[in-house]
Each structure stands twice: as structure tokens, then as C-alpha cells.
């Protein structure tokens, strides 16, 4: 079973340009996070999605972020208008329901994440 | 506002003893709380959890203790292995409809030596 696939690993942009993150979730499941891991902090979530529906975007910065998670094909996140700030370590997770079971069969399954590197 | 807090940047251990990485949280709505293992250009690896209504949970040399009185929470590994060293992160989530939310510390890095 493949895991959650992200690609690139490596995403290098000018300031002012634009950067797409995809991320193709475990077969099967159909709810995936973004979450951002700034230089020596911990990871913060940034949106939840299902498959064709924002369910929760709270942490994702108001202007220049955008999510997606069409029917076909893997979500994006997408970021315009680059700044140094931006840069730091985009993680996608998925699950193949949103409650976390009480019994931890279901975690959140994360993949090895996009270093985005602004110059 | 740091509401998981994971106090110790670093810890070293020699192989065989064991290893106790430590979490403190702010949030008294948090109900479930995990643990996720992360090697350097790799994404977190769950390696345990455990809900509120229990103060302990085993999985084989893990174990995760909860103290909800003192908002407060352990990761014992035994015997520790040269193969764990990594960085350790604790997370939390609040019951309801926001379960998903996961909200992590910023991390323990465990060196296990030979």
C-alpha cells in the first residue's frame, strides 16, 4: 500500500512567484490535512479537506493560500505571491474518516512533505 | 500561545535503558493526545496515542502515560535503541467537531548512543 505521496520534495520559488504542493492521500482515504512546519517549531495545522469541500481552512493564512481536493487527482495547496516567510516544510496528511478513533487504528497518516525554499 | 509544550529540546540516552520524554499541554479540551516519531526529510510516523479516560497505554517497548490533573504527559521507551533516535513529537486534539485538529509540540530530538 503506497502511503501519502507528496510531491516535489523540493520546491524552490522567487519571492512573487507562485508554488503548488500535491498531495495524493493513502488509497482509500478521502480526508486530507495541511499542515506547516516552521524552522524549529512543531507542526500547525492549516486546512482540512474532503474530497470536493473546505471543511475547515482556520489555520491557513487569509490571503495568498488556497486549497483544493478535487474528485480526481491529489489536492494542492497553493501558494501565490511567494514570500521568504513562506518558506518552511508543508506536510499532507490523510485518514479515511475524520474521528480520530479512541482506539488509534486510524490515525492521521502523514507524508514526507514539501521543502519550500523562497529566495 | 504554545498549548503543547515539549520543555526539553534534546535528550541522550545510552542504548538499553530507557528513554522519558516528556509533554505538557494548556488546553483543557483536549482529549486525545499522540505521539509521532520523525526522522530528518521524513514525514512524522504515528507511534502512539491515548484518549483521556485512560492513564495508560502500552505498545510494546512504548508506553504513554497521562496525568489529566497535571495536564500532563510521558513517552517511556524500553529499552531504548540506537534505531529510535529522533525527533519526538507530542500532539493533542480537543473532543467534538474539531477532532481532527491535531496540535503539536515542537518536538523532543532523542539520541540513543551505542
Known amino acids: 500500500n503506497a502511503g501519502v505521496m507528496q510531491n516535489p520534495r523540493h520546491l524552490v520559488r522567487r519571492r512573487g512567484q507562485e508554488a503548488r504542493l500535491r498531495c495524493s492521500p493513502v488509497k482509500g482515504h478521502s480526508h486530507v490535512y495541511w499542515y506547516r512546519q516552521l524552522p524549529e517549531e512543531g507542526l500547525k495545522f492549516m486546512v482540512y479537506?474532503?474530497?470536493?469541500?473546505?471543511?475547515?481552512e482556520s489555520g491557513m493564512p487569509k490571503e495568498r493560500f488556497s486549497a483544493e481536493f478535487p474528485k480526481e487527482g491529489p489536492s494542492i495547496l497553493r501558494i501565490q505571491q511567494v514570500v521568504r516567510g513562506d518558506s518552511a516544510a508543508y506536510f499532507c496528511a490523510s485518514s479515511p474518516r475524520q474521528a480520530l478513533e479512541l482506539d488509534s487504528n486510524q490515525p492521521q497518516h502523514f507524508g514526507d512533505g514539501t521543502r519550500l525554499s523562497i529566495l | 500561545d504554545q498549548q503543547v509544550k515539549q520543555n526539553s529540546p534534546s535528550l541522550s540516552v545510552q542504548e538499553g535503558r530507557i528513554s522519558i520524554l516528556n509533554c505538557d499541554y494548556t488546553n483543557s479540551m483536549f482529549d486525545y493526545f499522540l505521539w509521532y516519531k520523525k526522522y530528518p526529510a521524513e514525514g512524522p510516523t504515528f507511534l502512539i496515542s491515548i484518549s483521556s479516560i485512560k492513564d495508560k497505554n502500552e505498545d510494546g517497548r512504548f508506553t504513554v502515560f497521562l496525568n489529566k490533573s497535571a495536564k500532563h504527559l510521558s513517552l517511556h521507551i524500553v529499552p531504548s535503541q540506537p534505531g529510535d533516535s529522533a525527533v519526538y513529537f507530542c500532539a493533542a486534539s480537543a473532543g467534538g467537531g474539531s477532532n481532527y485538529k491535531l496540535t503539536f509540540g515542537k518536538g523532543t530530538l532523542l539520541t540513543v548512543n551505542p
Open positions: 479537506l474532503q474530497k470536493e469541500n473546505i471543511i475547515d
